[in-house]
């Protein structure tokens, strides 16, 4: 019979508790956070492999298609909160496919420019709805006014807001 994943965890962390002598809300904060954010990827990663998508390419033509005249892939790098090296496959990947375009910059001719393609906008446009769908499945437990609650307290955690 299989077990309640919840409640398992639940006396894991009171027996924590209990040899620790601490107080584990936090860390099962943590857990559950971790939990989730693994669903979520799971789910969005599915999302995007049915568009031909690899891991980060969605994130990637998200933010070229927010910025017309393109993005130096230092920029790009920090606006997506990956390291270039990390981004450097993503970029060869999505220039094979057609997606993505590098050009010399014109200001500094020793760096390169990403820009979405047209092809790329177009496979973008396809798969955002069900990207955006997705994302709202996942938060579909929650009545519309506990994910604004959860979205406040996630904006005072991060303190950036991004608002």
Known sequence: MDSDPSKDLRQR???WSETAHEDIDAMEFFILLARFTQRAHQSLTHVHQRHGLGEGDFDVMATLARQNQGMSPTTLS???LVSKSGLTGRLKRLEQK???SRSLHQLDGRGFIIRLTAEGARVLHEAFPHHVRTEHELLSPLSSEQQQRLL???RALTSDGLS
């Open 78 to 80: 920090r606006e997506l």
């Open 152 to 154: 406040d307290l996630f």
């Open 13 to 15: 962390l009171e027996q």
């Open 98 to 100: 057609g997606y993505v």
